[in-house]
């Protein structure tokens, strides 16, 4: 089936450094997203994108479709504590309703 | 609450045993996921509901797993037979389904564990 890669798997980063975290398919995606899952939580959409090339930003982050529709990256910048967490790409095919998900880039951050 | 609720929260069973999980959506979403996320893994997707639908069960591990919607609501996960490496957290999420883009949005999570 479909897989997403996603790097790095983990992270450990000062407070106020910038982040970067990539996912690239095989398959060809007609939407990405972002997530973020907190201990014990579900995960929460950051952000959405739907156009191949579109960068969309919200607050800190900032993330774009690539233009080959098989890769996606996401930025943080100027992290804060409350940015610890888990953050998945997830790839929706044309057409399919169910999500596949990366493995998923742990941000440790010290203060 | 507003958003989508599952229990229990946490589940330990015994190999062997059969398993319920619940799963209430945000009222007014018509679709329906269930995935699974194993320790330190990423999502996987089990199986969809949209309204009255037939289900796609594309993602369901094998015929120990099953899941039913009644009443276009509440969904419940069954787990027959248990074995150890059904251990995993197990995540529901609604959406409106009126297109493919819609959010999903997902639920706190059952942890299962299998002993």
């Known amino acids: 089936g479909q897989q997403l890669n996603q790097s790095p798997q983990s992270m450990f980063i000062q407070e106020g450094e910038d982040v970067s975290m990539n996912c690239t398919s095989s398959?060809?995606?007609?939407?990405w997203l972002w997530y973020k899952q907190d201990p014990g939580e579900g995960p929460v959409l950051l952000i959405a994108l739907y156009k191949a090339g579109e960068l969309t930003s919200n607050g800190r982050l900032t993330a774009q479709f690539g233009i080959t529709r098989k890769d996606s990256f996401l930025n943080i910048s100027a992290s804060i504590p409350s940015d610890v967490g888990i953050y998945f790409c997830a790839g929706q095919l044309q057409g399919a309703q169910k999500l596949v998900f990366g493995q998923g880039t742990r941000l440790t951050i010290n203060p | 609450g507003a958003g989508v609720s599952q229990s229990p929260s946490n589940k330990v069973t015994e190999k062997g045993k059969d398993v319920e999980l619940r799963c209430d959506p945000i009222?007014?979403?018509?679709?329906l996921y269930w995935y699974r996320q194993s320790l330190g893994q990423g999502l996987e997707f089990l199986i969809y509901f949209q309204g009255n639908s037939a289900p796609d069960k594309s993602g369901l591990p094998s015929d120990r797993f099953s899941a039913e919607r009644t009443g276009g609501s509440v969904s419940t996960l069954t787990i027959q037979r248990t074995q150890q490496e059904d251990s995993a957290v197990y995540l529901c999420?609604?959406?409106?389904?009126?297109?493919?883009?819609?959010?999903?949005?997902f639920g706190p999570g059952t942890r299962l564990t299998v002993l």
């Open positions: 398959s060809i995606f007609n939407t």
């Open positions: 999420a609604s959406s409106y389904d009126r297109a493919s883009t819609d959010t999903q949005y």
């Open positions: 009222s007014g979403h018509t679709a």
